[in-house]
C-alpha cells in the first residue's frame, strides 16, 4: 500500500509472518519456504526498496529507509503485530524494525542478518551487484552458497527476470557500493539488541562466505542461535524446509517476562 513497495501475500490465517529477502534477492526467493509453512499462515513477501517491484521506491538503498518503509506499510494494513524474518540484508532491516517498535513485533527470525559485525565480503556482494548475465549471476550464487547447494535454475531464472529490469543492476551496484564501503558494513550495538524483549532467532550457515557466523558471538543470552552445517549465505534457498521449521518454532515462542525496573532508594 506505500508507495512503490511491493509485496505478495498468501494465506489468511491470524498469525501474519513478515518475511525481508537479502541484498540482490526479492520476494519470490521465499517461495519453497511459504510452502512448507502451515497453509492457514498469512505471510507478507516483501520485495525491499531498489529491489524488484519495489524498484523504484524514494531513496532505496539504506537499511533504515527499508525499515521505515516495511512499517510504514504494516501500520497502513493495520497489521498491529507480526512475526518478523530476514535475511541477510533484510535481517538488519529487521532488526532496526523491532528496535524502532518492538510492541509490533512478536517474535524476530534472523537468516545470517546483516549488521551484527563490521566484516562483510565486500568484493563478492559488489560483483553479485553488478551480475547482468546468466553465466555471472550463477557463479556469484555458487560463491555463497554452500559445497552442495548448487544454484536452483529457478532461483536463477527469477534473478535473471529481475535484472533484466531497466535501471535494476545500476541499482543493485549503487546500494552494494555504499553497504560495503571500505570492506565494512555498519554494525548495530549489541546493547541496544539486548531490550528487545520478543522471542529472538538466528541461524548462520557454518559455510557463509558473506558475512562469518562467527558474528553470532556474544549476541544477548535470550538469543537462540542455530548454527547449520554445510551451508553457506543463502539460507531460504539451500535449506527451506529447515528454515520454515526455524520460524515455526520462533513464532510459537513466547517472549521473555520484562525486566523490573526499580528507582533507587532515596538516601
Given at each position: 500500500m506505500t508507495a512503490?513497495?511491493?509485496?505478495?501475500?498468501?494465506?489468511?490465517g491470524s498469525?501474519a509472518?513478515v518475511?525481508?529477502?537479502?541484498?540482490g534477492?526479492c520476494?519470490?526467493?521465499?517461495r519453497?519456504?511459504i510452502?512448507s509453512?502451515?497453509?492457514?499462515?498469512?505471510?507478507?513477501?516483501?520485495?525491499l526498496?531498489?529491489?524488484?517491484?519495489s524498484?523504484d521506491?524514494?531513496?532505496?538503498?539504506?537499511?533504515k529507509?527499508?525499515?521505515?518503509a516495511v512499517?510504514a506499510?504494516?501500520?497502513?494494513r493495520?497489521l498491529?503485530r507480526?512475526?518478523l524474518?530476514g535475511h541477510?540484508m533484510?535481517?538488519?532491516?529487521?532488526?532496526?524494525?523491532?528496535l524502532?517498535?518492538?510492541?509490533?513485533?512478536?517474535?524476530?527470525t534472523?537468516?545470517?542478518p546483516g549488521?551484527?559485525g563490521?566484516?562483510i565480503n565486500?568484493?563478492?556482494?559488489r560483483?553479485y551487484?553488478?551480475?547482468?548475465?546468466?553465466?555471472?549471476i550463477r557463479?556469484?550464487?555458487?560463491?555463497?552458497s554452500?559445497?552442495h547447494s548448487p544454484?536452483?535454475k529457478?532461483?536463477?531464472?527469477?534473478l535473471?527476470r529481475?535484472?533484466?529490469r531497466?535501471?535494476?543492476?545500476?541499482?543493485?551496484?549503487?546500494?552494494?557500493?555504499?553497504?560495503?564501503?571500505?570492506?565494512r558494513?555498519?554494525?548495530?550495538?549489541h546493547?541496544r539488541?539486548d531490550g528487545?524483549?520478543m522471542p529472538?532467532?538466528?541461524?548462520?550457515?557454518t559455510?557463509d562466505a558473506v558475512l562469518?557466523?562467527?558474528?553470532?558471538?556474544?549476541l544477548?543470552?535470550h538469543?537462540?542461535v542455530?548454527?547449520?552445517?554445510?551451508?553457506?549465505?543463502?539460507l531460504?534457498?539451500?535449506?527451506?524446509d529447515l528454515?520454515a521449521?526455524i520460524?515455526?518454532r520462533?513464532?510459537n515462542r513466547r517472549a521473555?517476562p520484562?525486566r523490573?525496573?526499580?528507582?533507587?532508594?532515596?538516601?
Amino acid at each position: 500500500m506505500t508507495a512503490s513497495l511491493f509485496v505478495a501475500q498468501q494465506g489468511v490465517g491470524s498469525k501474519a509472518i513478515v518475511l525481508l529477502h537479502g541484498f540482490g534477492g526479492c520476494h519470490d526467493v521465499w517461495r519453497d519456504v511459504i510452502s512448507s509453512l502451515a497453509p492457514a499462515t498469512r505471510t507478507l513477501a516483501y520485495d525491499l526498496p531498489g529491489h524488484g517491484l519495489s524498484l523504484d521506491f524514494p531513496g532505496a538503498g539504506p537499511a533504515k529507509v527499508a525499515a521505515r518503509a516495511v512499517l510504514a506499510d504494516l501500520s497502513e494494513r493495520r497489521l498491529k503485530r507480526v512475526h518478523l524474518v530476514g535475511h541477510s540484508m533484510g535481517g538488519a532491516v529487521a532488526m532496526l524494525m523491532a528496535l524502532a517498535e518492538p510492541g509490533k513485533v512478536a517474535s524476530l527470525t534472523l537468516l545470517a542478518p546483516g549488521g551484527l559485525g563490521p566484516e562483510i565480503n565486500g568484493p563478492l556482494l559488489r560483483r553479485y551487484g553488478g551480475a547482468a548475465d546468466r553465466s555471472e549471476i550463477r557463479a556469484c550464487l555458487a560463491a555463497m552458497s554452500g559445497p552442495h547447494s548448487p544454484p536452483q535454475k529457478r532461483i536463477m531464472d527469477l534473478l535473471c527476470r529481475m535484472r533484466g529490469r531497466p535501471g535494476q543492476v545500476p541499482k543493485l551496484v549503487e546500494i552494494a557500493t555504499a553497504m560495503t564501503m571500505d570492506d565494512r558494513q555498519g554494525v548495530i550495538p549489541h546493547d541496544r539488541l539486548d531490550g528487545l524483549n520478543m522471542p529472538v532467532m538466528v541461524a548462520w550457515g557454518t559455510d557463509d562466505a558473506v558475512l562469518p557466523f562467527t558474528q553470532a558471538d556474544d549476541l544477548p543470552a535470550h538469543f537462540h542461535v542455530h548454527h547449520v552445517l554445510e551451508v553457506g549465505h543463502m539460507l531460504a534457498e539451500e535449506a527451506p524446509d529447515l528454515v520454515a521449521e526455524i520460524i515455526r518454532r520462533n513464532t510459537n515462542r513466547r517472549a521473555r517476562p520484562q525486566r523490573q525496573k526499580f528507582a533507587a532508594a532515596a538516601s
